[in-house]
C-alpha cells in the first residue's frame, strides 16, 4: 500500500525547508497566546495541501531551480494556515473535544480563546503575504477562506432543517474541501510562473482531488475507527453525507420521511445512530459513495496525461490512490 512519506519522498527536502519558513514567521509576543500558537502548529495533520504545492510547482517549473522559490513556501505557507484555522473553528462549532486523537485547542484553552487564535493565524498569514509584496498569490488563495464559510453556512443549514440534496452535498464540498486543495494545486503552479492553461489545469486536478478526499472521509466516518475522530459523528450532528444520502435517494417518500425522522434524534439517541449506520452499510450506501470517489479520482489521474514520466507527476497519480485506499 502507498504511504504519504512514499508520496513525500520526491519533494522531502523541500518540506522541511517548508517547515523552518513557517516556524520562523508564526510566533506570538504573549506567553499564553505563543504557548496556544505552538500547540496548534505542532499537530497540523497529514501536510497534504503544502504537499500538494510542493508537487505542482515541481511537475510544472521551467527548471528545478524554479522550485527554490520563496514564492512555493509562501504559497505552502499560506494555504496550510488557512487550513489550520478552519480546524480550529471547526472544532469550536462542533464542540468537538479532540483533533487527531488529541484534546482540541478549544478543549484545552476553552472555545472563546481558541477562536482568537484561529482568527490570529488568519491575520498573521495575510500580513505576511501582504508584507511579501506577492499579491497574486495572496488574492488566490485568501478568496478560497470565503469559499470555507459558504461551505460551512451552507452545511449547518441543512443539517438543522435535516434536508440535503445531491446538488447541495456537492457544492458543500467543493467548497467546504475542494476549494482549498484546487487552490493548493493551482498556487504551486502560479509560484513558478505557469502559463494560465497549466494553473487551470492544477486547479481542475485538486477540485476532483478535493472532491474525492471529503466523500472517503464522509465514508470512513460510518466505518472507521481509526481516524482520530468519534465515529458516526456526522449522525449524530444531522448530516445527510453522501453515504445516506445514496440510500435515501433510492427509498420511497415514505420510508424517507422514517429515516430523516430517526437522523434528527440521532443527537440523544444513540440507538437511531447505530439503525442509520446498518442500513447505510446494509443497503449497499458505501459501495456506492466509493464509486462516486473512485470516478473523480479517475477524472484527476487522466489531467496528468498531458505531462512527461518524472517523479513529480507519479507521486501525484500515487496521491490519488492512496486517497482511495486509505482508512484515516
Known sequence: MITLDDIRKPVMGRIEAFDRFVDSRFSADGELMGSMLKYALSSRGKGIRPLLVMLSASLNAPNA?????????????????????SL??????????????????NAVWQ????????????ARNVGIGLESG????VSHICGAMAALCEGEVLQDDCAARHTMTRKDYFDIIRR????????????GAMAVNAGREA??????????????????????????????KPRNNDLREGK?????????????????????????????????VDYLNGIVVNEGGLQKAARIMHDYLDKAVALLDGYP???YRKALCDLCAFIGERDR
Not at 67 to 72: A, G, H, I, K, L
Open 134 to 137: 506577492q499579491f497574486d498569490l
Open 176 to 187: 467546504k474541501t475542494a476549494s482549498l486543495i484546487s487552490v493548493s494545486v493551482s498556487a
Open 240 to 272: 445527510i453525507t453522501l453515504p445516506l444520502l445514496c440510500v435515501l435517494e433510492r427509498v420511497d417518500e415514505e420510508r424517507r420521511r422514517e429515516l430523516v425522522d430517526r437522523l434528527s434524534r440521532c443527537a440523544t439517541d444513540e440507538r437511531e
Open 65 to 85: 531551480a524554479a522550485t527554490d522559490s520563496p514564492r512555493v513556501n509562501l504559497a505552502a505557507m499560506l494555504v496550510e494556515m488557512i487550513h489550520v484555522a
Open 88 to 105: 480550529i473553528h471547526d472544532d469550536v462549532i462542533d464542540e468537538a473535544d479532540t483533533r487527531r486523537g488529541a484534546p482540541s485547542v
Open 111 to 122: 472555545s472563546h480563546k481558541a477562536v482568537l487564535l484561529g482568527d490570529y493565524i488568519l
Open 309 to 311: 514520466d518524472s517523479e
Open 199 to 228: 494553473v487551470m489545469k492544477m486547479h481542475s486536478f485538486g477540485e476532483a482531488v478535493g472532491m474525492a478526499f471529503q466523500i472517503q472521509d464522509d465514508i470512513l466516518d460510518y466505518s472507521s475507527v481509526k481516524t482520530g
